[in-house]
C-alpha cells in the first residue's frame, strides 16, 4: 500500500467499462478521495469500498450539461484533479476545457488536433509516414470506397480507422476474394485501413507522458489472447527492450503528447525491427496489471498532473498476468493450481477478494437478465 497526502479525483465518464481497473489501482494507494460521476444508474462499481462518492448524474443531454455537472461536483467535494478515463471523456475535455471553473485541475492532457490525429488509425499512419517513424506499408480506403487488388500484397490485415475496440472489425486476409466479402458484409460509419501482415508478434506499450516526455511505462508482450492474435490478451508477461522503448518515445516526441496512451506495437522478424501499429488514447484494459508489476498509471498520472514529485522512471517487476478469462483457462487446463496462493497474486482475483461487493452485484444482475430474457422467450 502507498502512503500518500489526501488527494481527490473527479473521474467525470465513469460508465466506462475500464473504470474496475482504475479503481482498482487506486485502492493501492492510501490517501485517496475518489468520486465518480456515471449516466449508468446500475454501474456495479458504486458500490465499491474504495469510491468515496458515486455520482449518478443521469443521462446528460449535450456536453454543456455534462461540464456544469464536473463544475458541480468540483465545488461541492473540494475535487483537487479531474481526470477522465476513456477517449469520449478525454476527448470531450479536450474540447471544452475552457469552460472548466478551474482548468488547472483539468489532468494533463495533448491538444485536439493530436488527440484526433492519434486516435484515427489513418491519420496516425500519415503522422508515421512523414516522421519516418517505423510502421507497416498500410493504404486507406475511404469510406464507401473499394481497395483495389492491384494495391494489395497478401496477406493484410483490414481494420476501421476509429470508433471500433477490442479488435472488433479488424480481420486478416489471404486473398482478394476474402477481401472482397469484408467490404460487402460490413460498413462502417469510417475509413478503413489496410496494412501488410508482419510475420512476428505483438506488444503494447503503455505511457505517461507530459510534453512528449515518457515519465513512465510499461511493456507487455501477449502470451494467450480471447481468439487469435487479433484480439485481446488474456494472458500476458512484463518485458523490457531498449529498442522498442526508443521507437516509442520518438513517437511520443513527434506528437508532443501529454496523458496516458496504450500504443500497440508488432516486432517484424524479416525486417528485425519493431513497428508501429496504432494508439489507444485512453487507458487500457488490464491498466491494474502495470500497477502490480510496480507501475500504478493513474496515480503517478494524478501526481504528474499536480507537479508533485514521484519516482515514476521505476523498474518494472517482468512479472506474467492473467486476467480473469485467462486465469480460468488456465485453472481448466490444471485444476490443482487452485490450491497454489501464487495462482491468484498476478490476477484480479487479488482485487477482488478486498473489494468483492461489486462483482457479486454484476453477477446478481447478469443472472437476473439472463433469466427475465429465457422467461420472454418461453412465454
Known sequence: MIESEKISILIPDGESHLLIYIVNCFSLVKGIDLYVMSGNKANPMRFSRYISKFLYEGEVENDLSWIKAINRNIEKYDIDLILPIFEDGIKRLIKNQDYIIHKSKICSLPNLNTFNTAQDKGLLYLHLEKNNIARPKSIIVQKGDFPNERDLIFPVVAKPVKGYGGGIGVKSFNNFNEVSAYYEEQVFECNTLIQEYING???????????????????????????????????????????????????????????????????????????????????????????????????????????????????????????????????????????????????????????????????????????????????
Open 201 to 379: 508478434y505483438d506488444v503494447s506499450v503503455n505511457v505517461l507522458c507530459n510534453d512528449g516526455i515518457v515519465l513512465a511505462y510499461t511493456m507487455q508482450k501477449g502470451i494467450a489472447f480471447v481468439n487469435g492474435q487479433l484480439s485481446p490478451q488474456t494472458e500476458f508477461i512484463f518485458i523490457e527492450n531498449k529498442d522498442l522503448l526508443l521507437l516509442v518515445k520518438s513517437l511520443i516526441k513527434s506528437l508532443n503528447w501529454s496523458g496516458i496512451a496504450n500504443i500497440d506495437c508488432r516486432y517484424d522478424e524479416n525486417d528485425k525491427q519493431f513497428k508501429v501499429i496504432e494508439i489507444n488514447t485512453r487507458f487500457w484494459l488490464n491498466t491494474d496489471a502495470s500497477a502490480v508489476a510496480g507501475v500504478n498509471f493513474p496515480y503517478l498520472y494524478c501526481l504528474s498532473s499536480l507537479n508533485k514529485p514521484d519516482e515514476s522512471l521505476r523498474k518494472v517487476d517482468l512479472i506474467t498476468y492473467y486476467n480473469l478469462k485467462g486465469l480460468v483457462r488456465k485453472i481448466k487446463n490444471n485444476p490443482m493450481l487452485i490450491f497454489r496462493k501464487n495462482t491468484f497474486i498476478n490476477s484480479p482475483i487479488r482485487f477482488a477478494f478486498l473489494d468483492p461487493i461489486p462483482i457479486i452485484y454484476k453477477f446478481i444482475w447478469r443472472t437476473k437478465n439472463i433469466i427475465l430474457a429465457k422467461l420472454r422467450t418461453t412465454n
